[in-house]
């Protein structure tokens, strides 16, 4: 049988698509802009008809109705990262949460430590040899594929066809649905004084030649902002997004300097505007592969001058992130963090940055504290911890005493704080 002839017979409608699912099973969706809106709404709407079915993703990025705490019963969400979508039902205990590094979650679905009984995907259309990309986020999802009873796909001609180990053919496939809703957008963060003052500070430590991971947020993208006169730098990150764009466009970006899939840029997901889903679309410069590939400390870190950019909400005086709770309260997970910032340590001449501003809440309160709030998810441990920058300047940490660790971080606080934070490390023996 033709793979023409393998998709027309796999082709159906979402409602019946949806029927490959069974009571009791766990559909695995990637990352973001990856998850596919028609099947999700038709399992929302068909939720009521199952029983004990689990959704387990990294990042939902629209509410569907299934995330509904009178039905979790039916389906439920499971969070390996929390979002504006799931963050509430998190705090609430009836979304699940399984803590997690990003790298680590295919291995995981290996062994049978996370169920994998279905994969719902978008997916590029197929191509000539019968394969699909899933493109938007490989992920944990193509762990996932291998595992799986049932792969689903939503194919969308908006999907870009990627290379890179993001590939699934047509015959390992059960059901396909078309559609043809745009795929997500997400605009750059909004970067304001504060933002672009950390980003200024990092910036000037990145040399030309370095090999760049850059998360989400504003401060990263105000550092992406100032390195459009850099060069020869080199793209190996968990995301890809317009960010990054914008140091392609630039030719501040080639490649050629990476040890690691040299002359390539290497992402495991993309979240960005309908501009940079174009850009991905066979374009040879660009390969997308598993976060088991993407975020390995040992692979990442085989990159000489490796440089990791990532926020954390609060750190105490030795160096410890508080980056994905509010205290006891989940806001977001792990991600790739660690990951990057064990990366960067292991590469030779590679940095790692942990940024933040140095006050929340209108200045009112420190984000540099003696201590982390009760109860704080440490997401970078004082033991990982190197660079941390705030809009007053840059603490060099990696190496340091537990006294030299205070007075540097005490040193880039709000200098409204600072008094009151060199009053508490004496009172901790700090000082």
């Known amino acids: ?56 993703q990294i ?59 279905v994969v719902f995907s978008m997916a590029s259309p197929m191509d000539s040899h019968g394969y699909f990309a899933l493109s938007l986020g490989a992920d944990y999802t193509m762990a996932a ?42 605009g750059l963060p909004k970067i304001g004084p504060v933002q672009e003052a950390i980003g200024k500070h990092v910036a000037e430590l990145i040399d030309d030649g370095s090999t760049l991971q850059i998360g989400y947020g504003g401060i990263p993208d105000a550092v992406v902002m100032q390195l459009t006169h850099k060069h020869d730098l080199g793209i190996h990150t968990e995301m890809i997004g317009d960010g990054i764009l914008t140091l392609v466009e630039s030719g501040a970006v080639n490649n050629r300097r990476k040890n690691h899939h040299p002359g390539k840029m290497v992402a495991t997901f993309a979240l960005g505007s309908r501009k940079l889903y174009r850009f991905m679309d066979r ?6 592969h598993p976060v088991n590939t993407t975020n390995s400390p040992e692979l990442a870190g085989l990159n000489d001058k490796l440089v990791a950019i990532n926020a954390t909400l609060q750190i105490d005086l030795l160096g410890q992130c508080g980056s994905e ?53 440490v997401s970078t441990s004082k033991n990982d911890i190197n660079l941390v920058v705030t809009e007053f300047g840059v603490a060099q940490l990696r190496g340091k005493s537990a006294k030299q660790r205070a007075l540097a971080l005490i040193g880039i606080a709000h200098p409204d704080f600072r008094a009151e934070l060199t009053e508490q490390a004496r009172q901790l023996k700090l000082l």
Request: charged content about 20%; glycine content about 10%; aromatic content about 8%.
């Open 1 to 56: 049988m033709s793979n023409q002839d393998l998709y027309q017979r796999k082709r159906m409608s979402a409602a019946d698509a949806v029927r490959q699912v069974r009571d009791g099973d766990t559909i695995i969706v990637p990352t973001g802009v990856g998850e596919p809106p028609a099947l999700l709404t038709a399992l929302s709407e068909q939720r009521r008809d199952f029983h004990d079915v689990k959704v387990a």
């Open 145 to 186: 594929v291998a595992k799986a009873r049932a792969v689903v796909l939503e194919v969308n001609p908006n999907v870009p066809f990627a290379y890179g180990n993001c590939h699934v053919h047509v015959s390992q496939v059960a059901a396909l649905v078309e559609s043809e809703e745009p795929v997500l957008e997400v």
């Open 283 to 288: 374009n040879p410069g660009l390969e997308i």
């Open 59 to 117: 990042l939902a990025m629209r509410k569907y109705g299934y995330i509904d705490r009178e039905t979790a019963q039916h389906v439920r969400h499971v969070a390996f990262f929390y979002g504006g979508a799931t963050r509430a039902g998190g705090q609430e205990g009836w979304i699940d949460f399984i803590p997690n590094y990003f790298s680590e979650i295919p291995v995981q679905i290996e062994r049978g430590q996370i169920p994998a009984d």
């Open 325 to 377: 709770s509010l205290g006891h309260a989940p806001y977001s997970g792990t991600g790739g963090q660690s990951d990057f910032v064990r990366a960067a340590n292991r590469s030779r001449g590679g940095k790692a940055f942990i940024v933040l501003p140095s006050t929340a809440k209108g200045d009112t309160i420190s984000r540099i504290v003696p201590s982390l709030s009760p109860g704080t998810h």
